[in-house]
């Protein structure tokens, strides 16, 4: 077990719809990172937010977004979603002392029908 | 622009057999290298890392990684497989002078340790 928690395990949703995905880091952790794992792209990096602020971007569409909160959960939010945007979504966090190595979530399953 | 590759989308192994799995990198700069292991259903685990120093380094579950920086690679080996070791294999890369650089994964590598 990394300490990184994901909810919800599993998301089935349609078209056109709006979810959020959540992550709570590891004790201590200030860093949070989040990728997408589809079968054709890999493992895509997104998006970085450091102690609540956005640290940097990756293949994040328009159409997506994310914040990190005082507590230091965070948040990926996926609107208008897409047939193609079926995918494992993962949350990572590192201490800023050793931002080298990443400690990963369960991961979300996202299935858009 | 960092990139990762993983020559091979699979490898067969006997089990008690050693095993490699190839990694190749292009980063500017020193590179921080990495290797994590994917279970089915499960997020990545670290299993271990090139920071600095020596060229080989020891890991969890009794792998390790040879780091050559004259041909860029970080390949991953184990002396004797399990069947347990059977699982997807991530090499990453981050540029070490350049914070805002992040990880870039390879595609995987899917080990199968035949008993």
């Known amino acids: 077990d990394s300490g990184v928690t994901q909810t919800p395990k599993h998301l089935i949703t349609a078209t056109g719809q709006r979810v959020t995905l959540r992550c709570s880091p590891r004790?201590?952790?200030?860093?949070v990172y989040w990728y997408q794992q589809s079968l054709d792209q890999g493992l895509q990096f997104l998006i970085h937010?450091?102690?609540?602020?956005?640290?940097a971007k990756g293949n994040i569409l328009e159409r997506f977004s994310a914040q990190q909160f005082p507590d230091l959960h965070s948040e990926l939010n996926l609107s208008s979603l897409e047939l193609g945007d079926s995918a494992l979504y993962f949350c990572?966090?590192?201490?800023?002392?050793?931002?080298?190595?990443?400690?990963f979530g369960p991961g979300t399953r996202l299935t858009v029908l | 622009a960092q990139s990762v590759a993983q020559p091979e989308d699979q490898v067969n192994v006997a089990e008690g057999n050693p095993l490699t799995v190839k990694c190749t990198y292009s980063?500017?700069?020193?590179?921080?290298l990495f290797w994590y292991v994917q279970y089915p259903n499960r997020g990545l685990q670290f299993l271990l890392k090139?920071?600095?120093?020596?060229?080989l380094v020891k890991g969890s579950y009794g792998f390790e990684a040879e780091f050559n920086k004259s041909q860029t690679s970080f390949h991953l080996k184990k002396p004797s497989a399990l069947v347990s070791d059977s699982a997807l294999y991530f090499c990453?890369?981050?540029?070490?002078?350049?914070?805002?650089?992040?990880?870039?994964f390879g595609p995987g590598t899917r080990l199968s340790v035949l008993p």
């Open positions: 990572a966090s590192s201490d800023f002392d050793r931002p080298d190595t990443q400690y």
């Open positions: 004790s201590g952790d200030l860093s």
């Open positions: 937010y450091y102690n609540g602020e956005e640290r």
């Open positions: 980063v500017s700069g020193n590179p921080y």
């Open positions: 090139y920071i600095t120093g020596d060229n």
């Open positions: 990453a890369v981050r540029s070490k002078d350049n914070y805002g650089q992040n990880f870039v």
